[in-house]
């Protein structure tokens, strides 16, 4: 195979996008990435997929779920590379989603030693946050994390 080869056996695609096969052909069939078949029916697919893995990749790497990157994907043709141009678009879309996950990380950081955001696991010191369990009247989960704010000591 030329280095410039235009269309890639799932090996070489998934040796050249670091991924296992068994990931493209999840990808594929999630419609991340398209192949074509040959007349024996072996999966080829257009050298763009190489990008279209990397966006996949990063997405995957800040914990964006395949449906967002899915709906990013859509939106570009099958067998053109993605461009700067179309990853500043995708990635914009994506900032509020990100920027919400930051802050939700962040709340959770500067209370994880102090209280587990009372949903309640009972710990020893959540009777001073969370008395007879009042935080349950405000709704499933771990109020405190979701936004509640706890009452003053």
């Known amino acids: 195979m030329s280095a410039l080869a235009e269309w890639l056996t799932i090996g070489e695609l998934a040796r050249r996008g670091g991924v296992a096969t068994s990931a493209l052909r999840f990808y594929e069939s999630k419609g991340l ?30 914990g964006l779920p395949l449906a967002d990157v899915q709906n990013a994907l859509s939106e570009l043709p099958h067998q053109r590379t993605p461009t700067r141009s ?11 989603d990100l920027d919400r996950r930051i802050a939700e990380l962040e709340l959770l950081r500067g209370k994880l030693t102090g209280c587990i955001g009372c949903g309640c696991l009972s710990l020893d010191t959540c009777g001073l946050f969370n008395d007879d369990d009042t935080a349950a009247r405000r709704g499933a989960g771990a109020r405190y994390l979701l936004g509640d704010e706890p009452p003053a000591v």
Not at 43 to 54: D, K, W
Not at 87 to 96: A, F, G, K, V
């Open 33 to 62: 990435l398209h192949a074509k078949r040959t007349a024996g029916n072996q999966r080829r697919f257009h050298r763009s997929s190489l990008r279209r893995i990397g966006v996949i990749r990063a997405a995957q790497a800040v």
């Open 86 to 96: 179309d990853w500043e678009s995708i990635s914009r879309r994506w900032q509020d």
